[in-house]
């Protein structure tokens, strides 16, 4: 039986239950009746580790990835895959959202199984991910445009698809601009894919949820809203898949939880001489004593010596924002035992994030800071999607209008993501349980 994985990222127990009846889908209620589960995140609970997760059935110290961004100052031995195409000095420095599936160090499950799989917007999904690959691989101009591009295998895909649906709407899949049209342009791919390019599995990724509950919070009603409004982009998909006797399998990555407070480590290091910058005001990697590469709710902090590790450490659990703070081996415990990940990685309490700049004065931000640019920041920032139109750029020295994420392990299970359908699932797994599942 084929397989359709539907991914809609901040689909959480409470939302769900929250759900009005009038916009609840039949199928819905099918799904949930075939079988709903609640997944144990894996940590750190953000795309790129959760997806990998699901995917491979391993934590980050089996696959690598973990967080959305990965260290390449330290790793010289990854940056034979990273897309070096543009902003080449820092993607070798840190990188964010680099697509090759060759960082993975664990195979993908469809590839252990010998089965097909097609994937959209699955991240590290180039060089071999699957059979049928959409995902996005925007241009960048000299001039600081940006000019909406997917990748695809087969390579005519994206072609094909641009001629049915017209341009992937890439302003609206991030930044200040992000919203349904990128998700209702999945949508329809994924139904044409399906029936075009038939492969076992197809994983299907669609962000809306995503967007809203940063902005408004996993309390706002219009949150549901957008939930219901998500659903129902969803139907012709699904009815499609089911007129075809496929398997429908609906999946969220992580719930959130609302948020009031934020925290910049690197500021603090900044501050305390462990951190250094370069003539022209940036990180310099190779002379700083540590270094915090932050995503959402988790900081991997990277030092020098084990004199520099002792003395971070003590600085991280004196911020009231942060909850826990592991070290060295203590990392297993949390499945980030890697090299990879930060010789000390933190946790926000959930009520927080961490925010990824290290200077107080905002004079001194660099240019990037104002725009959606997501490859030169050595961090997530969630506060692109925030425009000021007084100054006519991003509202980057505004994290408060930020007011939910992720990435923490959420005390309340109902804010733990879900699996709707399978009959196979206890009614808890872990997440590393998702990939014997598909």
Not at 45 to 50: N, P, Y
Not at 198 to 209: E, G, N, S, T
Request: net charge negative; aromatic share 8%.
């Amino acid at each position: 039986m084929r397989t359709c994985v539907i991914d809609i990222p901040g689909l959480s127990n409470r939302l769900l239950d929250a759900l009005p009846d009038e916009t609840r889908p039949g199928w819905l209620n099918e799904l949930i009746d075939l079988g709903r589960s609640t997944i144990r995140p894996v940590l750190p609970a953000v795309t790129m580790t959760v997806q990998a997760t699901y995917t491979t059935g391993h934590t980050p110290a089996g696959h690598g990835m973990i967080a959305n961004g990965l260290p390449a100052y330290r790793l010289p031995d990854i940056r034979d895959n990273l897309d070096l195409s543009n902003f080449e000095k820092y993607r070798c420095a840190v990188s964010f959202w680099e697509q090759s599936n060759m960082l993975l160090t664990e195979k993908r499950i469809w590839k252990r199984t010998g089965r097909t799989a097609a994937t959209l917007m699955l991240q590290s999904s180039m060089d071999q991910a699957a059979d049928v690959v959409v995902t996005p691989k925007p241009e960048h101009t000299p001039d600081g445009k940006t000019i909406s591009m997917c990748w695809s295998a087969p390579t005519d895909l994206y072609n094909d698809l641009r001629e049915q649906l017209g341009e992937f709407p890439l302003h609206h899949y991030w930044g200040p601009l992000a919203g349904i049209k990128s998700s209702d342009w999945i949508a329809a791919a994924a139904r044409l894919v399906w029936e075009q390019h038939p492969c076992d599995l197809q994983w299907v990724y669609i962000p809306q949820m995503d967007y809203d509950l940063q902005k408004l919070g996993p309390g706002d009603e219009r949150c549901l809203a957008s939930l219901g409004q998500t659903l129902g982009l969803l139907t012709p998909l699904v009815e499609k898949v089911l007129s075809q006797d496929g398997r429908i399998l609906l999946l969220s990555e992580y719930g959130m939880t609302p948020v009031s407070r934020s925290v910049a480590p690197n500021a603090h290091l900044a501050a305390a001489g462990l951190l250094t910058l370069t003539d022209s005001g940036e990180v310099d990697y190779d002379n700083s004593r540590a270094f915090a590469m932050v995503d959402h709710q988790v900081a991997h902090v990277y030092t020098a010596d084990d004199t520099a590790t002792a003395e971070v450490r003590s600085l991280l659990e004196s911020m009231p924002e942060v909850d826990v703070v592991y070290e060295g081996g203590e990392r297993a415990s949390v499945g980030l035992d890697t090299p990879r990940a930060g010789d000390l990685v933190a946790f926000s309490h959930t009520d927080a994030w961490f925010e990824y700049r290290w200077w107080d004065d905002w004079s001194k931000a660099p240019a990037y800071a104002w725009t959606v640019d997501i490859h030169r920041k050595p961090g997530y920032d969630p506060t692109e999607m925030f425009f000021d139109p007084v100054n006519k750029r991003i509202a980057a020295d505004k994290p408060q209008h930020v007011k939910g994420s992720h990435g923490a392990l959420p005390k309340d299970k109902a804010d733990w993501p879900v699996l709707l359908g399978s009959k196979d699932a206890a009614s808890e797994i872990d997440a590393t349980d998702v990939a014997e599942l598909l």
